[in-house]
């Protein structure tokens, strides 16, 4: 069949996500994808410079990725998780647990980021319950912080984010504090420890790059104080590195960067180089072995139906083979070095305060941007060719970390011209 011919549906029986379906502009409908390429049902292409929602670290269709899947799928496309395993998933926790900060030695795998962040938090809880301290149930976030869509995760989000401001009357209220810049605002910080820690499960954070509240960065010594500190006043440390996994800061972990280990790690997104759906919870032996007991009441209470699905598990392998045998974290950092020189100039326009880069992440953030504005920027962005979706206030770039100099140059000139021309 010509792919060229195939006619966009109606829209009449689909929700999409964030969308304001009264007013909502048909998405472009898309037949294909190959490297960095998206393509669609008139023919036209387009640079994917967000990989997905920061997916597809090694673009689209890696003939690895979608051999190694292939081959699952005769083997062994699902069997359930719970008294019956299977090597794919075996073999992916054995690397993930030697790739990952030292100490994370025990994997729990999950469907979605967002329900990677509910065990993380339900592990959390029932760690102090099992020492006998039920009382320490809350948790620390930070303001702009994101963790998820879920009820629990919503939780820890800053309570000011539009995105989850509708439910803030709803769901358990956690503690969030900004990230300490200041003098004051670190003494302010472990005030708040101390005041909190009694009644407090852990301390959450997305290392180095809160991504969805805004790509703010933080720097790998303000994230090694915040663990230490978090250390001392005797709670947990939970890194989400959902967004920030797999390279996407220049290393292959945020935490790397910091020298840390967290109690408990967060993985998702990249994970199965952006194929399937799949989600890794990581603990260290502490956390693990307050499980333990002669009690089934002390073993850890989750288990989704597709838990560690093979096909899922296989990409996720395939993936890591990928980031062994081609060079990914040098790709990261030649895109870091084009980012920052071929964005700067955008500090000069109007409407931009600030321009900010890193690892393989690019953004323009502007002064003010309106709902509508968000529209015409994001058509605009695919009249030069190119897959870019700011929101809020942020025009940013995350693409596959398989993207040519020239494709870079595509995507930072659009920026360019369209920021300079509204
Ligand atoms: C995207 C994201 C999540 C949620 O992941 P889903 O797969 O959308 O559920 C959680 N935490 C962070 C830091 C994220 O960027």
């Not at 005769?74 to 395993?85: Q, S, T, Y």
């Not at 998820?148 to 989000?157: I, K």
């Not at 995350?398 to 509204?422: G, K, Y």
Request: charged share 15%; with cysteine; aromatic share 8%.
């Amino acid at each position: 069949m010509n792919r060229a011919m195939t006619t966009p549906l109606s829209l009449e029986h689909v929700w999409l996500p964030y969308t304001q379906m009264q007013h909502c502009p048909a998405p472009l409908h898309v037949v294909g994808a190959e490297g960095v390429q998206l393509q669609l049902a008139d023919g036209r292409t387009l640079i994917d410079g967000v990989s997905s929602w920061w997916t597809a670290c090694h673009g689209y269709g890696h003939p690895h990725i979608r051999n190694t899947v292939a081959k699952q799928l005769d083997i062994l496309p699902h069997v359930m998780f719970a008294g019956l395993g299977h090597d794919a998933a075996y073999t992916l926790a054995a690397r993930l647990a030697s790739i990952t900060p030292a100490g994370l030695n025990r994997v729990f795998f999950s469907d979605s980021g967002s329900t990677s962040v509910e065990v993380a938090m339900k592990m959390a809880v029932q760690y102090w319950r099992n020492q006998g301290e039920p009382a320490r149930n809350r948790f620390i976030s930070f303001q702009h912080g994101y963790h998820g869509d879920t009820m629990g995760a919503m939780s820890l989000a800053d309570p000011e984010d539009w995105v989850h401001k509708a439910f803030n009357h709803y769901g358990p209220a956690q503690i969030c504090s900004p990230i300490p810049r200041s003098e004051k605002d670190w003494a302010d910080f472990k005030a708040l420890l101390e005041q909190h820690a009694y009644e407090s499960a852990a301390v959450i954070i997305e290392p180095l790059v809160q991504g969805a509240g805004g790509f703010r960065l933080h720097s790998p010594e303000t994230l090694a104080t915040l663990r230490s500190l978090t250390n001392e006043a005797g709670l947990l440390f939970i890194a989400d590195e959902v967004a920030t996994g797999f390279g996407r800061t220049g290393s292959m972990f945020a935490c790397d960067e910091a020298c840390i280990t967290p109690d408990i790690m967060c993985l998702g997104k990249a994970l199965t180089g952006g194929t399937m759906t799949l989600a890794a919870t990581l603990a260290t032996d502490e956390i693990f072995d307050a499980f333990l007991s002669d009690n089934i009441s002390d073993a850890f209470m989750h288990g989704p139906t597709y838990m560690a699905n093979p096909l899922a598990c296989a990409a996720a392998n395939a993936s890591l083979d990928l980031f062994e045998q081609e060079p990914r974290l040098e790709q990261v950092a030649a895109i870091s070095a084009q980012l920052s020189k071929e964005l700067e100039p955008c500090r000069n326009l109007t409407n931009v305060v600030d321009v900010r880069v890193k690892g393989a992440i690019g953004v323009v953030e502007l002064e003010s941007c309106d709902w509508q504005t968000l529209q015409t920027l994001r058509a605009a962005f695919v009249e030069h060719g190119c897959w870019i979706r700011p929101f809020d206030r942020v025009v940013y770039l995350a693409p596959p970390f398989v993207i040519t100099p020239d494709e870079l140059s595509q995507l930072t000139r659009a920026i360019q011209h369209v920021l300079s021309s509204s």
